[in-house]
């Protein structure tokens, strides 16, 4: 298993603004993964970060609008930028342990105002 | 390309009760199949999954699910439903090559005392 935070727990922010979501894994990973999820929804993937390549964007997301950071291989960062009120969402980081089975944090909750 | 369906957004179940949560899935090859469950305002937590071997695999709190490849179905059940069992449970299924995994619309689980 392992043990995900999430950095902030919620935000509340104005348009035009960007908003840097930290994720801090307790052992290294290879692979970490995006989501965002509207509450109540599914999730939808926004990128694979992989540490010291670029992240990989699904069809949709644009490395302009979320860009990504993986400096090693028990942290991540996603930018939000340049937010409008359709980009309010809770915004969660996961981490692939074995076979494919993947452990979530705890999420980001973003308002935009 | 691979896709999960969940074809019931809610599913009410009197506690005691046997409760099944369906799920179907398509996918080139052989599949990794998962369950997870989110409860309110909380992050998604692992339930179970389906590599390979027996077709019933057992789960967390007393959860399990039956891999049916002629019917590509991975249905969630539980012999005996309690009312914390109340949650959003999502399936979800990923390629034999494939880094990411696609997860179902959710379907809300009501366990009635």
């Known amino acids: 298993s392992a043990v995900i935070s999430q950095k902030p727990s919620r935000d509340i922010c104005q348009r035009g603004t960007s908003l840097t979501i930290q994720c801090q894994v307790d052992?290294?990973?290879?692979?970490m993964f995006w989501y965002r999820q509207q509450p109540g929804q599914s999730l939808t993937l926004i990128a694979t970060a992989n540490q010291g390549s670029e992240a990989t964007y699904e069809s949709g997301f644009v490395i302009d609008k979320f860009p990504i950071s993986r400096p090693n291989l028990t942290f991540s960062t996603l930018t939000v930028s340049n937010m409008s009120p359709e980009d309010s969402s809770i915004y969660l980081c996961s981490v692939e342990v074995t076979a494919g089975e993947q452990f979530f944090g705890p999420g980001t909750r973003l308002t935009v105002l | 390309a691979q896709s999960v369906a969940q074809p019931e957004d809610q599913v009410n179940v009197a506690e005691g009760n046997p409760l099944t949560v369906k799920c179907t899935y398509s996918?080139?090859?052989?599949?990794?199949l998962f369950w997870y469950v989110q409860y309110p305002n909380r992050g998604l937590q692992f339930l179970l999954k389906?590599?390979?071997?027996?077709?019933l695999v057992k789960g967390s709190y007393g959860f399990e699910a039956e891999f049916n490849k002629s019917q590509t179905s991975f249905h969630l059940k539980k012999p005996s439903a309690l009312v914390s069992d109340s949650a959003l449970y999502f399936c979800a299924v990923r390629g034999p090559r494939d880094d990411k995994i696609i997860f179902g619309k959710g379907t809300r689980l009501h366990i009635l005392p």
């Open positions: 996918v080139s090859g052989n599949p990794y």
């Open positions: 052992s290294q990973v290879t692979m």
């Open positions: 389906y590599i390979t071997g027996d077709n």
